[in-house]
C-alpha cells in the first residue's frame, strides 16, 4: 500500500483480556518495526523484524508481549493479559532494511491508542 | 545501551528561528535523525545527519558533531502549523535501529 497501516486506531479493553494489534508494512519494505509510545513520551523499541531473520526482541517488556510476522509481510503484536501499564499509542514502523542508518528513514502508522480499564 | 536528551519544552513566536539541541551518549553510532510529530499523528521523517556539519532542507536544517556526540535541528521562519513534537534519534547496531530521545514540544505563538 501506499502507506503503513494500522489497526484497529482505538481499542479499548478490560484488565486480563489479550489484545492483537496489525500492521500493514509499506509494499516492499524488508524491515518492519513496533514502538510503544506513552502519554507526552518517547518511542520505545519493542520489536524488530528483518526479512527472514530471527526478529529482535529485546525491547519486549515482559513475555504478556509477543509479536510475530506472516509471509514477510503484515505483522501482529499480542498483548496478554493485558494490565493498565500497558495503556500507550503502540506504533509500527516500516522501512527498506538498514534504514535507520540513511536519509530514507523509518515510515510510521498512526498508531493504535490502547486503553486498559 | 543509549541515552539522547533533548529539551522537553520550547516556545517560539512566528517567523522566529528556533534550535532544539540533542546531545546523545551511545556506541556503533551511525548517523542522528529528526522525526516530527503532531498531535494524534505519525512521526514522519525529517532530516538524517551522518556526517559533521550542517544539512538543509528548505526551512529546516540539521547538525552534527561526532566528537561532541551534539546536534541541532533548526527551524526557521518559523510557522504555527511547526507547532509539533521533535524527536531526534539515532542509528546503533548492526541493524542500525533507531532510538529515539524523548521529545522536544514547540509550540509557536501568534
Known amino acids: 500500500g501506499a502507506g503503513v497501516s494500522q489497526s484497529p486506531s482505538n481499542k479499548v479493553t478490560e484488565k486480563g483480556k489479550d489484545v492483537e494489534l496489525r500492521c500493514d508494512p509499506i509494499?516492499?519494505?524488508?524491515?518492519l518495526y513496533w514502538y510503544r509510545q506513552s502519554l507526552g513520551q518517547g518511542l520505545e523499541f519493542l520489536i524488530y523484524?528483518?526479512?527472514?531473520?530471527?526478529?529482535?526482541k529485546s525491547g519486549l517488556p515482559s513475555d504478556r508481549f509477543s509479536a510475530e510476522r506472516t509471509g514477510g509481510s503484515v505483522s501482529t503484536l499480542t498483548i496478554q493479559r493485558t494490565q493498565q501499564e500497558d495503556s500507550a499509542v503502540y506504533l509500527c514502523?516500516?522501512?527498506?532494511?538498514?534504514?535507520?542508518?540513511?536519509?530514507?528513514?523509518?515510515?510510521f502508522g498512526s498508531g493504535t491508542r490502547l486503553t486498559v480499564v | 545501551g543509549q541515552s539522547l536528551e533533548q529539551p522537553s519544552e520550547v516556545t517560539a513566536v512566528e517567523g522566529a528561528i528556533v534550535q532544539i539541541n540533542c546531545t546523545y551518549q551511545?556506541?556503533?553510532?551511525?548517523?542522528l535523525s529528526w522525526y516530527q510529530q503532531h498531535d494524534g499523528g505519525a512521526p514522519t521523517f525529517l532530516s538524517y545527519?551522518?556526517?559533521?556539519g550542517l544539512e538543509e532542507t528548505g526551512r529546516f536544517s540539521s547538525f552534527l558533531s561526532r566528537s561532541d556526540s551534539y546536534g541541532y535541528l533548526l527551524l526557521q521562519e518559523l510557522q504555527m502549523k511547526d507547532s509539533a513534537s521533535y524527536f531526534c534519534?539515532?542509528?546503533?547496531?548492526?541493524?542500525?535501529?533507531?532510538?529515539f530521545g524523548s521529545g522536544t514540544q514547540l509550540t509557536v505563538l501568534p
Open positions: 514502523a516500516s522501512s527498506l532494511a538498514l534504514s535507520g542508518g540513511t536519509a530514507y528513514g523509518y515510515t
Open positions: 509494499s516492499g519494505h524488508t524491515a
Open positions: 523484524f528483518q526479512g527472514n531473520s530471527a526478529p529482535d
Open positions: 551511545t556506541s556503533g553510532f551511525y548517523g
Open positions: 545527519n551522518a556526517l559533521d
Open positions: 534519534a539515532v542509528a546503533v547496531g548492526s541493524a542500525r535501529q533507531l532510538t
